[in-house]
């Protein structure tokens, strides 16, 4: 974790709680499945807006729904890797 913190991606998450598969995901998304993978594991160095707003379409739900901001002091344990 770097001493800013680091954003975490709960894409797993929802795509769980939306009840598609991954490949009917990506297929509606728009998305590779590597691309897909990438962001399920939290792999992701650079987001791209485009494919966090089909993202966001796809699943109906919010930004803040898929990223979270977690402070290098923050004890959530959502936050821990």
């Known amino acids: 974790m770097g001493s800013k913190g680091y954003i975490q991606i709960h894409l797993a998450e929802q795509l ?8 009917k995901f990506c297929q509606r998304a728009e998305l590779q499945r590597g691309q897909l993978n990438s962001y399920m594991r939290n792999k ?3 987001l791209d807006t485009d494919v966090l707003a089909r993202m966001c379409c ?18 959530n344990e959502e936050c821990k890797k």
Request: glycine share 4%.
């Open 16 to 23: 769980s709680k939306s009840g598609l598969s991954k490949n």
């Open 44 to 46: 992701i160095t650079r």
């Open 58 to 75: 796809t699943l109906d739900c919010t930004i803040s729904d898929l990223l979270e901001y977690c402070h290098p002091n923050n004890k």
